[in-house]
């Protein structure tokens, strides 16, 4: 497989209930101008050949399965997720500093090393619900807390919110990586996401990579949708 120099900054989310639309998709869009993300919907019906097939067109895949669970079995997963050839994997930074090591510490023995990225607090989970859950604080400061702790254990970056991304930011080293879904370019419409940034201003927060799925799946010309957000962020 020939190597793909890609330098763009674009995640696009597949989530699809069938294999035939995110392939006729992918088929549409260049994996010299973004990368793919599949994640648990997708994985769950396709699984590892559907990853494969993404990962044989030339397309940087970050398979977003999230793990958590005792050291030895995520680090067993991960090893497997790389062996898939893919881009990027995650984990739940929550696992604690022995689970993020041991998976770390099992990708370093491979060759092919994926970047190792952890989910701080769910986007999705407010004050009440991270009380209920027995964290202490704010949603932001778990965020810092758990973003220093992926750090300190080896992580390469984390995912966040792109309105948490400057904070992070300014506690993490520049090349801790931050991956931000929530972005919406200015005249997309929300969809479920409440709290979004634009594409430009996301990475003016700090951010690496954007996360980015129903603005360019959902669009009438998906590759259109994507050459726009390059432009808008000063790429194309
Ligand atoms: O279509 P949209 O741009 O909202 O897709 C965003 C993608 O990022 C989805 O795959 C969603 O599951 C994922 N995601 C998110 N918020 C998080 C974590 C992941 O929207 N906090």
């Known amino acids: 497989m020939a190597i793909i120099e890609n330098s763009s900054r674009i995640i696009v989310a597949l989530d699809f209930p069938s294999a035939e639309p995110a392939l006729d998709l992918v088929s549409a869009l260049d994996p010299t101008l973004c990368r793919l993300k599949v994640g648990k919907e997708m994985f769950t019906r396709f699984g590892p050949s559907f990853v494969e097939k993404l990962v044989g067109k030339g397309f940087d895949v970050f398979l977003d399965l999230k793990f958590h669970d005792i050291p030895n079995t995520v680090a067993a997963a991960c090893a497997a997720a790389a062996d898939l050839g893919v881009w990027m994997i995650n984990l739940h930074a929550s696992g604690g500093r022995r689970m993020m090591e041991a998976a770390r510490d099992r990708l370093d023995s491979l060759s092919h090393r994926p970047h190792l990225i952890a989910v701080t607090i769910l986007t999705s989970l407010g004050q009440e619900d991270i009380a209920e859950a027995g964290f202490a604080g704010t949603p932001a400061e778990n965020v810092i807390r758990l973003a220093k702790l992926a750090e300190s ?19 993490v080293n520049s090349d801790f990586l931050l991956v931000t879904p929530g972005v919406r370019p200015n005249q997309a419409a929300l969809g479920d996401q409440l709290r979004v940034m634009t594409p430009s201003d996301a990475l003016k927060n700090g951010a690496d990579y954007l996360v980015i799925g129903r603005p360019i799946t959902a669009a009438p010309d998906p590759l259109q949708s994507l050459q726009d957000i390059l432009t808008e962020i000063g790429i194309k």
């Open 153 to 171: 254990s080896g992580m390469d970056g984390i995912v966040c919110s792109p309105l948490e991304a400057r904070d992070v930011r300014s506690v």
